[in-house]
């Protein structure tokens, strides 16, 4: 099997407050480029939108642009940036920090499909 998509024309582009997602989905990977804006806070842009109070998915990023700070719900907490590769577990919350945007890949399914999507 060989897949190619482009991001260039993304399958899906998902707008949220302070920023947006674009995604393509394939048959073993769903690939997202999310763009935060300065302002951009998990619990008060996208947590209206998820229905829970902190980001209950599982991500697999790479940080090309921008300072992000991730609390865990446990407590833990770090601050990523350019070059920073990270797995976050769900339970956390996310800001920007600073004033550039944030633009991280995140290759995980449940994220492409699901991130910042209002629950029916």
Same mark, same amino acid.
């Given at each position: 099997?060989? &897949?190619?998509k482009t991001l260039d024309k993304p399958d899906e582009r998902r707008d949220f407050p302070h920023g947006h997602m674009e995604a393509?989905?394939?048959s073993d990977l769903d690939f997202a480029v999310a763009t935060?804006?300065? $302002?951009w806070r998990w619990t008060q /842009?996208? *947590?209206p939108i998820a229905g829970t109070d902190t980001c209950q998915m599982h991500h697999n990023g790479y940080v090309l642009r921008g300072r992000m700070?991730?609390?865990? %719900? %446990?407590? $833990? &907490? #770090? &601050?990523? $940036?350019?070059? %920073?590769?990270?797995?976050? #577990?769900? $339970?956390? /919350? *996310?800001?920007?920090v600073g004033d550039?945007?944030?633009v991280v890949c995140?290759? +995980?399914? +449940?994220t492409a499909r699901e991130f910042a999507k209002k629950k029916e």
């Open positions: 099997m060989l &897949e190619v393509v989905h394939m935060f804006e300065p $302002g /842009d996208v *947590a700070r991730i609390h865990m %719900d %446990d407590g $833990g &907490e #770090s &601050e990523v $940036g350019p070059g %920073d590769v990270f797995v976050v #577990s769900p $339970g956390h /919350d *996310a800001w920007v550039e945007p944030v995140d290759f +995980q399914g +449940q």
